[in-house]
């Protein structure tokens, strides 16, 4: 059974990369550019695959971690805009909160700028609680290799908080939830799970685990993307283009033309994680550690090549006139 | 609602035979000059497109006015508006007909003095005017008016104008950029439904509302397509698309966009076949300021085509004409709360009125003026204000300076709501004129 499963993922996966190229390259021809949503579904929901498969490797950790590291450096958060599957998982329920027409809740900015600051705060306490367990209980000689091994697969594996969001709904190996011999999982509960194993019963455990999984699934439900607000991975991405000296590196950018501007608000409001410095700012490159790059604002920008997204220093795809009145839901 | 037996609060009692006598007169100089300015514009271009003859019956107003009073017999209601700012997307998506009610009667303005002093906009005094004597078809057949409170002088209009019709006032915050103002101006549109919804007895659902927002999109969307048009070399007359922009503001819609969109088609044959309405190198002329209303406040458009040397209106920055329909509503999510906040951001965030006023001082319509001129190849601006339109007349001096700086000539044209002074404008255009045609030449 699963080695089928694996042979039609790995189809999928080929012919689902082999769609995406062909309407990166339509895009690139700005045909398609009315359907930039679709797109960005159809890129998340390869991308979910992908990463399915990519666990099947026995070192997918290292991959995964490396993936995670390396990749933003170039693309920056467009990683969390276009591949993460958590982003799927909550743009999904979103399209559900859309189909029964209940209206979002925004955040408060500054509520959402305290989040954002939160995650950075959240990442380094998982990186330190490692190194606080060792100095609790130290070994009776300084060992950094064992230091590092803490780190990194300790009891308390950090890296997971990394991974943690890239957990696809369907998994390749053994886990507590099992339909017909496929095992489903969701972002983070495996760490949950972990995490209060140690002080809870298994009752209790699983009891928060699905707390967590309702609190999310409400919370994304009545609020855009509210995991990008606070997410660690996001943080470890982000760091790249929030320091000064970092900003060239990143080849994905937005880009605004200030005279094109009427400042009609559009752009502030369809952001699924309230950036408000698209709007805000004069003019130039739009540099946040806030934004995914989903490029929602640029595709609903009525204002012809005001807002682009630029690769590099070529435009990828521009803001235009497009007044076909909107199929996108 | 005011009982008619309440007394008037500004109105002065004119007896029947005077307001018979004062309208026959005045229609009578309106109906001329109605048929005078078509008759120049047909003149100032012999090749004149064909879809435009649609939209000289439309200008004249008795077709629509049958039109409309045929419609009322069968339960609909008219909503007239008096200022851009008035979402219309509410009025159509309650199966009403909106119609804009400024007045254009030069003549009716003096009628506006019995009541308002002279130093007031003469198209606030000549709406007085036109409602004294029920000149304006539409204004008579409105069952309420949307009054916008942006200036001074449409603030006291629409209490004037409450002796006669229901006023519905919308407060506008004076500040577009923040939080606090969004929410007021949101709220002013939830406001405004219910009354529309109480008028009308419809109740404006989230399909009615989609569907009014996409025919008025697709309205921006012929609208846009006529003004991109105007960019290269000129294919129609700046007044011919004035007129076509201004129809809008009492046309049925869905067929305005037909006819727009065929009259598009029309030009985008000449464009291919290289027919210019005049020669290339004629100055092209960019008009901002103060609202220019038909029939009547047509005398700058008509004086800078017909000047010699002759120059064209490309484009222009006027709340009745490119600035009507130019921004659509962008909706994220076709939910009626979303709907509702994407028509109040784009009645409120888009428009470029100098009303409004922010730190870094109007920016947004320095910003779209210096767009327009770059765009639509701009080569000289006229600055056109009516003596008591303050916010434009003190915006003069900042457009000015900008202006100077991108090396753009600007020209403050200040006028009155009269045909006596066409002599001496006529001077003034012309010697602007002239020297952007030297500015060419060199």
Not at chain 1, 313 to 329: A, D, Q, Y
Not at chain 2, 10 to 17: A, F, W
Request: hydrophobic share 45%; aromatic share 10%; with cysteine.
């Amino acid at each position: 059974m699963m080695e089928l499963i694996g042979e039609i993922l790995k189809l999928m996966v080929l012919s689902g990369l082999a769609l995406a190229g062909v309407l990166v390259i339509l895009i690139w021809k700005k045909g398609l550019a009315t359907k930039v949503t679709y797109l960005r579904f159809l890129v998340q929901a390869v991308s979910m695959v992908a990463i399915f498969y990519l666990f099947t490797y026995p070192v997918w950790q290292l991959i995964i971690l490396i993936v995670i590291f390396v990749l933003p450096l170039f693309i920056g958060r467009f990683f969390c805009g276009w591949i993460c599957p958590f982003a799927l998982i909550m743009d999904a329920i979103t399209l559900i909160r859309k189909t029964v027409k209940v209206r979002y809740r925004l955040l408060p900015d500054k509520l959402n700028k305290f989040l954002h600051n939160l995650r950075y705060v959240l990442f380094l306490v998982f990186l330190i609680i490692p190194v606080a367990l060792y100095l609790l209980d130290p070994p009776s000689s300084f060992d950094t290799s064992f230091l590092l091994a803490m780190l990194l697969s300790g009891p308390f594996e950090p890296w997971r908080i990394l991974v943690g969001p890239l957990i696809p709904l369907i998994v390749p190996w053994e886990g507590p939830l099992a339909i017909s011999g496929v095992y489903f999982s969701y972002p983070y509960v495996q760490e949950v799970i972990l995490y209060s194993e140690v002080v809870f019963s298994e009752l209790i455990v699983n009891i928060i685990a699905w707390v967590f999984v309702g609190l999310t699934f409400v919370g994304s439900f009545f609020v855009r993307r509210v995991w990008c607000r606070f997410c660690p991975t996001g943080a470890s991405i982000a760091v790249v283009n929030r320091f000064k000296g970092f900003k060239w590196a990143p080849m994905l950018h937005i880009d605004k033309d200030e005279e094109k501007c009427t400042k009609c608000g559009i752009c502030k409001r369809v952001c699924p994680v309230q950036v408000t410095e698209v709007y805000d700012q004069k003019g130039g490159k739009i540099t946040t550690s806030m934004c995914t790059l989903c490029t929602r604002c640029v595709e609903m920008c009525p204002y012809e090549d005001c807002l682009k997204l630029k690769m590099g220093g070529k435009t990828v795809f521009k803001s235009r006139n497009w007044l076909e009145p909107s199929t996108i839901e | 609602m005011k009982s008619q037996s309440e007394e008037k609060k500004y109105m002065p009692e004119l007896s029947e035979k005077e307001v018979e006598e004062l309208r026959k007169a005045i229609t009578d100089t309106s109906q001329r000059v109605v048929a005078e300015n078509i008759e120049k514009m047909k003149k100032a271009d012999q090749n004149r497109p064909e879809a435009m003859n649609y939209f000289d019956e439309i200008a004249d107003f008795a077709q629509r006015e049958k039109e409309i009073r045929a419609a009322k017999k069968e339960g609909k209601k008219v909503i007239g508006y008096m200022c851009l700012h008035a979402p219309t997307e509410l009025i159509l998506a309650a199966d009403a007909i909106p119609v804009r009610v400024n007045s254009g009667w030069y003549d009716a303005s003096k009628l506006g003095d019995r009541i308002v002093p002279v130093e007031v906009c003469p198209m606030v005094r000549s709406t007085i005017g036109a409602k004294m004597i029920a000149l304006s078809p539409y204004l008579e057949l409105s069952d309420a008016l949307i009054s916008v409170l942006t200036c001074d002088a449409m603030t006291k209009l629409g209490e004037i104008l409450s002796d006669y019709t229901p006023v519905w006032a919308m407060t506008v915050p004076r500040v577009k950029d923040s939080a606090q103002s969004i929410r007021l101006w949101n709220e002013e549109i939830k406001a405004i439904k219910a009354q529309i919804e109480a008028l009308t007895g419809n109740t404006i659902k989230g399909k009615q509302l989609k569907s009014a927002i996409e025919r008025t999109q697709k309205a921006t969307k012929a609208f846009r397509r006529l003004q991109d048009l105007r960019k290269g070399p000129p294919v129609i007359m700046g007044r011919d698309a004035m007129l076509v922009n201004q129809t809008y503001m009492w046309d049925d819609i869905d067929r305005w966009t037909e006819k727009t969109e065929a009259l598009c088609d029309e030009l985008e044959k000449r464009v291919s076949q290289k027919n210019w309405v005049c020669p290339t190198d004629t100055p092209r002329v960019m008009i901002t300021g103060t609202p220019m209303i038909w029939p009547d406040n047509w005398k700058v458009p008509t004086l800078v085509e017909e000047a010699n040397p002759q120059g064209i209106l490309v484009a222009d920055e006027l709340c009745s004409s490119e600035r009507l329909l130019y921004d659509p509503v962008g909706v994220d999510e076709w939910s009626i709360s979303d709907m509702l906040n994407a028509i109040g951001e784009r009645y409120l965030m888009a428009s470029t009125c100098p009303c409004f006023t922010s730190e870094d001082g109007n920016e947004d319509r320095i910003n779209w003026l210096l767009t327009k001129i770059k765009d639509w190849n701009i080569q000289g601006v006229i600055y056109y204000v009516v003596r008591g339109c303050m916010l434009y007349a003190m915006e003069y001096t900042r457009v000015k300076k900008v202006l100077d700086r991108n090396n753009i000539p600007v020209y403050y044209l200040d006028t009155e709501y009269t045909r006596e002074d066409v002599g001496q404008m006529k001077t003034r255009v012309e010697a602007f004129l002239e020297m952007l045609s030297a500015r060419i030449d060199i």
